[in-house]
């Protein structure tokens, strides 16, 4: 069975900067796509960003050019370097990865951007 375990959430300043990691333990044989979404009060949950296997990404507008999506292989590791904060970045952020065709989802981390 995998297991996510996220961290690296907090509290921020606007213009701060965060980094999320997402570890993949368990029975891990090929992991696909790693994902990062985010649900923030009152708002859609949103894709952020996400990676291929093959390193390819790709990220909501709203995260683009400041936000950056990793992941390390050998680690079965996901990271997401946060830049820029914004206050509407407040949100719990959710790593997804697909590993042999099923999705597995983190427990969540918090982000709250505030001064």
């Known amino acids: 069975q995998v297991q996510l375990v996220e961290s690296g959430g907090g509290l921020v300043q606007p213009g701060g900067s965060l980094r999320l990691s997402c570890a993949a333990s368990?029975?891990?044989?090929?992991?696909?796509?790693m994902d990062w979404y985010r649900q923030a009060p009152g708002k859609e949950f949103e894709l952020v960003a996400t990676?291929?296997?093959?390193?390819?990404?790709d990220y909501a507008d709203s995260v683009q050019g400041r936000f950056t999506i990793s992941r390390d292989n050998a680690k079965n590791t996901v990271y997401l370097e946060m830049n820029s904060l914004k206050p509407e970045d407040t949100a719990v952020y959710y790593c997804?990865?697909?590993?042999?065709?099923?999705?597995?989802w983190g427990q969540g981390t918090q982000v709250t951007v505030s001064s």
């Open positions: 997804k990865v697909n590993a042999a065709n099923v999705n597995i």
């Open positions: 368990g029975s891990i044989f090929s992991i696909n796509t």
């Open positions: 990676i291929t296997s093959g390193g390819r990404t």
